[in-house]
């Protein structure tokens, strides 16, 4: 019987280890396995961080559309838009664009911006150099600002791909930055 | 202790015998199979016709949510988990279950669990009205006061069909009779070995995906909000990692439930034993696979789309060889239609449709019609109420003889089915044609063109919920009714069980049982 | 030919003609049931269809065999019968064999399939594209390119919902303003949401989406016949999940120019209107009309709210305290609950004064004061 008793321990602490490796397993491997994943694969539309920009080949024999989405969240009242709708860009030139953001209450807010890129598998291929969606951007009441985007579209982009969508949405995110 | 049980209510609160927890577990999930059934015809009796009647939209996604989580967390889960007290140290010839405090706790923990849950109802805001998979931000964000004991209802959950499952297999592993090798367990404790591990696989990761909610409510983390950094895709992809899993979760025991009563009535052995083991564990590693066939809309890269189509188009082969071998065992059997086989006979056969439908379900091109309509409801629900709530059913027939020393009332058992068999095809087939024809589920109203069905489909549930009234009655009636079972209850059946005289004492299998 | 072999003949043609004239009544019925899938407007939904079709069909192809093997075991090999049980239990050659069939079936139906999700992921080279977001409880449209956007909501009077009036045959299904999309051209679909998921379903269009918040989805569809078609939502998004449909409209490219030409100018008058003053009566009778669409399906038609989650406006400290405040409130939404949205981007100026107005003087709140479009105006600014 001691056998089968110290049996069943070693066994049910095994189990138990199991157990909680999985629940660690969820909370702390998994979502940065997701995240790999989306930017693997452009789940989501989700670029990547900033871009170290490399000297690379202007393919001037093709030209990509690229479309600028901007939509405010929910609760989110500033006013958000592109400085315009889409341009044509070569693959690998480097382009700027501007956003303008203006928070027209009463109080200073902070906002961020989440950009997703279809289609998904254009979203590796999207590099920022330089990006207002980096950082959080705060707007004391009433103020404006022109915020701007540099990127570049890989020339490795899939040859099927002549629209690239960029969406920005505005998150208010005053409340988290205050508490 | 080698004595009977403790008189009064002190039997029941500190009981450590195998058989007064499985009956604690089958009386409790009895009783949340009735409440969650209540839940369903409010919900069905507010679309028996266009327009609002009864009840408001709000209330009507309470009862929707509380509906599945009852069901499946207060009916089946605990259902098996009784069957499984019950019937693996018999069938394995085993004194009691492993851990036996243990399990007094993994059952006691429950009714805490679905009084608070249940308890939502009557909070301000009312109950989660999330749905049962709970999607973010709706169930953090957008989600009522009440979502934070949800979430502790749920962890509660989770640590008792953790600890049930580790001393199930602690049980199987360690406290069969000399002689049982794994291959000649009955098929039963197999298909519960292979999903007490799913359990401990994957509750941990549904208390993990709470706690994740919980931070994000009140801890300021944003694990599901795209603000932060976070994703609510991410949700439903972590949700459907525990979920799918727990669709089999729900299923394996029932293969185990029929795979012993239809030999029995068939008066024929098994066929295939060893492919019904292996199918099993071909399901059970599936399952971990095809998770995200749950989300073929949430716009997931073409690459991925295809994989879980191929993935889940996979698991139609064990289930099919396990339907095979199950009408090979009927075939050139010599078959009789007690109320066990009844049952087993139709799970067979409404599992196969359930089945049939998630073939149609997996093309992933036609799930972009069929996902979040009707087709589904109807899908999953031929899969778990024949599916699961058949083969519950089909084993309290077949071993309550045992359990109790008296036997049934066969005509009411027939009776029961009949009522039982119509009313779900009644209510559930129809929800094929709503959903075809585009309606959308967890809708509180609807257009005419959905009227004829949802009108067949509100009569059947009733006529189902009388059925259940009369299962009540039924097992009521066999445990006071002075009608002694004989020992071996059934026509030569096999299994240890029935070398035990009937009602099994209680306590059995103190020495081990010498197998032949 | 004998007889026998010619009466046999004759029964058949008989049999063959009663079966199509069956068949016909049959396709009636279906229809008239909504038994069946849509087979639906564009190359998409049809291939889904005949996917569906073909699944289906073996689907029962395999029920025959299954269940004929059964039942014909149920009904011989019974015991009452006096069937004896034979005593095998394995074999290997049949195992193989029905593990294998399955295989080939769905390989079979994998072929197809595989085509049509590359058919149905293929967004490019659209004509026309449209931003949709997925609003609780509404839809909102987007003409990217063409400077215009409007709101999409549940035009069915609630007295309708409530049966206190006979329903149309639209009922749940219809939209104070559809979706207008030009048949024969590629349009793309870009899907969002504001707040919580929603999903857009159009079965004629066989396009169904998921709008996520944060993050944009590509669908497309490309109509080829003109008509009106109707969807709803297809993911829980709370209260009135059922209550926001979604009709397109496919018209002819020279209706569509037409149709947007006239919307344009439409919602350059409505701009022109917040610089004009209205009576109060206008803006009570306005701001009623903007409140049973949007605000009364959280605040209730009566203002008394469900609280805690929809506070009542009904003697409410918001309503009933400062009129800059109370715009806030109604233009940037509330901080503190995010049921609450920031209505300023969603509706006009006229219609925001109207139904501030209407909110300070209804339900007993008699406040008496009253808000014109250019105060608000003045605020968004």
Known sequence: MSLSANSTKTLVLKLLAGALLMFGFAVFVMPPIY??????????????????ALPAAIDTSRQIKVQFIATNNETMPWVFKPSQQQIYVHPGEEVEVRYFAHNPTGRDMVAQAIPSVVPFKAAEYFHKTECFCFNSQALKAGQSADMALRFIVDPDVAKTVNTITLSYTLFDITAVTEG | MAHGPAQGIRRWLYTTNHKDIGTLYLWFSFAMFLLGGVFALVIRAELFEPGMQIVEPEFFNQMTTMHGLVMVFGAVMP???GLANWMVPLMI????????RMNNW???ILPFAFAMLSSTLFMDGGAPNFGWTF??????????????????????MGASSIMGAINIIATIVNLRAPGMSYMKMPLFVWTWLITAFLLIAVMPVLAAVVTMMLFDIHFGTSFFNAAGGGDPVMFQHIFWFFGHPEVYIMILPAFGVVSAIIPTFARKSLFGYSSMVYATAAIAFLSFVVWAHHMFTVGMPLAGEMAFMYMTMLIAVPTGVKVFNWVATMFKGSMTFETPMLFSVAFV????????????????????????????????HYVLVPGAIFSITAGVYYWLPKWCGNMYNETLGKVHFWTAFIGLNVTFFPMHFAGLSGMPRRIPDYNMMFADWNMISTVGAFLFGAAQILFLFNVIATIRSKRPASDEVWDRPEGLEWTLPSPAPYHTFTKPPPLS | MSDRARSVFRRLCLGLFVASFAAQSFAAEVERWGLNMTEGVT???RNIHSLHMNILWWCVAIGVVVFGVMFYSMLVHRKSKGAKAANFHESTLLE????IIPFIILGIMAVPATATLIEIYDSEEADIEVLITGYQWKWKYDYIGQELSFFSLLSTPKDEIYNRSEKNPNYLLEVDEPLVIPVDKKVRFLVTANDVIHSWWVPDLAVKKDAIPGYVNAAWTKVDKPGIYRGQCAELCGKDHGFMPIVVKAVEQQEYDAWLAERRAASAKLKALSEQTFSFDELYAQGQQVYEQLCAACHQANGEGVPPMFPAIKDSPVATGAMDKHLDMVINGSPSNPTMAAFGPQLSELDIAAVVTYQRNAFGNNMGDQLQPIDVLKAKQ
């Not at chain 1, 790999?36 to 871009?51: A, M, V």
């Not at chain 2, 409404?350 to 972009?368: C, H, N, V, W, Y």
């Not at chain 3, 193989?96 to 593990?99: D, G, R, S």
Request: aromatic share 20%; hydrophobic share 50%.
């Open chain 1, 35 to 52: 995240d790999l994943f989306c930017e693997i694969t452009g789940l989501n539309g989700k670029t990547g961080e900033r871009y170290q």
């Open chain 2, 79 to 81: 259902a098996f988990v």
């Open chain 2, 93 to 100: 010839g085993a004194p009691d279950m492993a851990l036996p």
């Open chain 2, 106 to 108: 993994s059952f006691w």
């Open chain 2, 135 to 156: 999607y973010a931000p709706l169930s953090t964000t957008y989600a009522p006061p009440s979502v934070t004991f949800f979430i502790f209802a749920v962890h509660i």
């Open chain 2, 349 to 380: 056969i409404l599992f196969t449709i359930g089945g049939f439908s998630g073939l149609m379900l997996a093309i992933a091109p036609a799930d972009f019609q069929y996902h979040d309509t009707y087709f589904v409801v109807a899908h999953f």
């Open chain 3, 43 to 45: 190359s998409v939904s």
């Open chain 3, 96 to 99: 193989v064999v029905w593990t």
